[in-house]
């Protein structure tokens, strides 16, 4: 129901701002420069970014943003073993999308599509999916629309590859209106910069 | 025989009723306003004008005099949900209409919120949970005091004011006999009402999950109680008797209404999208059943075919790759097999090592889909494949 889901909505208004107000109390961190993600690989943040990794409920993904969560978010996995999720399912019978063996290109992209639907994003879509490199492997990188359910434009771009079996995603998400704009060059700099260890 | 519940009370509401001003019921519809506003925002809102108008058919059809106090809202959600706020607010969810069988199954749930509608059951159940408003008030107020951020005493209050929406079960009841009425008044097959209830019933019972096994019913519209098959005979019961009644009225010659091909052909348009929803629940034997009923109409084979294979796909059983391989290259014999389908048959046929047939499943692919969104990742992996290694 329309009034449940809102109150859904401001629990995770309040969840959202005790992480942030947790985050100026300590645990969080400024990060710029070289960036490694875990052992897998590492990356050169142009800006300068708040990590609020220590935060998020899964430590295999480094969690930046610059200007919030509700404004920019760009999520950072080192290799992701076959049945690991970014996202955490709270029930079992509300499984989260994994890491699957032996999975083809469009499948990364589907992986990082149903991750952001999981996010709780609406009518979450792929564009423009590309061959690229990560590093010095082969990966696939695309473009995303989305909206939130309150309606809000939603952009993405994402960078996967499976290397060695494991999946190393990047992925930022930001509202269409300036904030994903402004913020493209810096991310494709990233991507770019992308150095296996 | 189970005993029928009662039908309209005496306080039916009177078509194009509002709230005076300063009363109980005006507060809940300025709260159901806000929430009707959101709806107009929400990112699910399905604003497709044929679908909209096909539903919005039904409810008049069904609501009659209310037609004109009601709003209906199609959301794109995969569970099998729809709901009324007082103010004739409704929302009704993608989940039911891609399960309801025929158009007379989605009439018998727009003439059940008919019936909370009719008999204001919003309000009664109000009264009921006053108290816990008033508490969740002075929780609002001491919050606020307490320099909580505003949202908290909203939250506070939503979640109170949500309970609203849970009907009890004798309103659950009235509601029933209500829709069922209002439904087969229309000219819909009484039998639809509980037949609805029972598929559902199957498919709650195929789950994978052994706790939504355990539940009669999930997300379903009746979630002050499960669905049960009491409910379905409640509903097989007042069908005997409306098909006794006419049967008896021998200058009737009613036909009955189903509308199969009627309901599909209104949701064929959407059939792919909400599978791909459906198949994001990762439920596989909730879908799988779902899939099997959709089939079992003879029509759109290609369109199911292929996401029985991509159920196969994303669950990866024992053997699942292989099934999904059949269904790719069964989907691909029907002229509406979309033309994803190439492209998971080659990438099927690539990972079963037939390196040959999958470069002519993806050259097929992006024939079929010259602007598919993935033309250039398509077309390099063909490439590396016909390299010379």
Known sequence: MSLATKSRSLLGVIALTAILTLSACGGGSLVTGPFKVGSAYSVNLGKTWSSVSPFYLNREVKYLT???PLLNNFYLTEGMAVGRSVVRSARKSRPMPIVKRDMSETELAEFVVDTVAAFGYE?????NLRPTRFG????????LTAKTDTGLEIMGTSQVALVGGKLHMMLFLAPGEHFYPTMLSEVDQVFGSATLR | MALLPSLASAQARPAGQRPATGTVEASIWDLSAKAELDAKRAGQLITDPGLNAYVNG??????TEYCGDMRSYLMTRPAFNASMAPNGYMEVWSGLLLRADNEAQVAFVLAHETGHFQENHSIEAWRNVRSRANWAMGLSIVAGAAGA???????????????VFGFSRENESQADAIGFQRAVDAGYDPAQGGALWRLLIAETAA??????????????IFNTHPISLVRATTLDEMSRQAVATQTANASSTRAWNVGRETHRAAIRPFLGMWLRD???RRDYGQTADLIKRLKSQNTDFGVLTFYEGELYRLRRGEGDLDKALIAYEAASAYPDAPADTWRELGDAQARAGKKAEAIVALQ????????????????ARLDRMRAPT
């Open chain 2, 207 to 220: 789950s994978q999950f052994p706790d939504v096994r355990r539940r009669e019913a999930r997300s379903s």
């Open chain 1, 66 to 68: 610059i200007d919030g």
């Open chain 1, 136 to 143: 010095t492997v082969d990966a696939v990188r695309f473009d």
């Open chain 2, 278 to 280: 459906e198949l994001r």
């Open chain 2, 364 to 379: 097929t692919y992006l024939t079929k889909a010259p602007a598919a969104s993935d033309r250039a990742l398509v077309a």
């Open chain 2, 58 to 63: 039904i409810r008049c059809k069904v609501a």
């Open chain 1, 123 to 127: 009518g979450v879509a792929s564009q």
């Open chain 2, 149 to 163: 951020p505003s949202y908290v005493g909203d939250l506070i209050y939503l979640g109170a004011i949500a309970s």
